[in-house]
């Protein structure tokens, strides 16, 4: 599907004023996901995973945080919208245990979603610099599926901002009593999501935190040295390649944990 097949809306919550375009599948909707994008924005390949969650179901939400919607990205376009993200006071990305001011927007996002669907449970998923976006969303009791792909907040300096993510102390606290499962996705060999980040994620979570690692560099299987995008631009889609399989995993989370209702 193309970007046109999506409704354009607006929402605005506190300082912040952002498109949103959202797709229900034909028939009945058997749960609701806010999917953020990436860096470069809600590319083909970002609407090609939403199409994926709506054949399976799902009412869509992506929120646009940044470039062009329905752009295809290129090197240039890469670099200037990921120049413009890192230094973007909304999303706090050099911030080591701290909740970006954009996740506010985001809770009383998905808190919308909930009431369209008469308080159904949603899910989230964040990918790159907006990863960590969706655990902190978890905060929200209505947020019940988390999914962390290649989360890339706190940018990497230091040892602390390794071993960190884009979410509060206090509000790491909430998201455990939330009681949710949470799902990462990560490739070995990025160094924008180091182990450490992981390893963080497993001690506060425990058994809640459920880590999907594709090992990288793996020429083998076409994987390359510098693989980040788990569900979208380096994604092989062959069943059987283990980004296929993470690709599965995902859609088989938002499946159990928002059962459809009766």
């Known amino acids: ?5 999506y409704k354009k809306t607006t929402f605005v919550h506190g300082d912040f004023e952002r498109p949103v375009y959202t797709r229900t599948p034909q028939g009945s909707t058997e749960r609701g996901i806010i999917v953020i994008h990436e860096v470069p924005g809600i590319t083909p ?8 969650l709506v054949d399976r179901g799902a009412t869509v939400w992506l929120p646009s945080l940044s470039g062009i919607p329905g752009r295809e990205p290129n090197v240039p376009y890469l670099a200037q919208t990921a120049a413009r993200v890192c230094v973007a006071k909304e999303f706090a990305l050099f911030a080591a245990n701290q909740t970006p001011p954009i996740v506010p927007w985001l809770r009383s996002l998905a808190n919308l979603l909930s009431e369209s669907l008469g308080g159904q449970p949603v899910g989230a998923l964040g990918m790159c610099f907006s990863g960590g ?7 929200e009791p ?8 290649q989360p890339a907040g706190p940018l990497r300096i230091g040892a602390e901002r ?10 790491l606290e909430a998201v455990k009593a939330n009681g949710c499962n949470v799902l990462g996705l990560r490739f070995t060999g990025d160094l924008l999501v180091p182990a450490d980040r992981f390893a963080f994620l497993a001690r506060a979570l425990g058994d809640r935190f459920i ?3 594709i090992q990288s560099p793996d020429r083998s299987l076409s994987i390359k040295r510098i693989a980040h995008s788990v569900l979208t ?6 069943p ?8 599965n995993q995902v859609l088989d989370f938002f499946d159990t944990q928002l059962p459809a209702t009766a």
């Open 1 to 5: 599907m193309a970007l046109s097949d």
């Open 45 to 52: 390949s970002v609407l090609a995973f939403a199409d994926r």
């Open 133 to 139: 976006f969706a655990l902190a969303m978890a905060t």
């Open 142 to 149: 209505v947020v019940r599926a988390p999914v962390l792909s």
């Open 162 to 171: 390794a071993g960190s993510l884009s979410i509060s102390p206090e509000d």
């Open 211 to 213: 880590a999907v690692e």
């Open 233 to 238: 631009e380096d994604l092989i889609d062959v």
């Open 240 to 247: 059987g390649h283990p980004t296929h399989l993470a690709l």
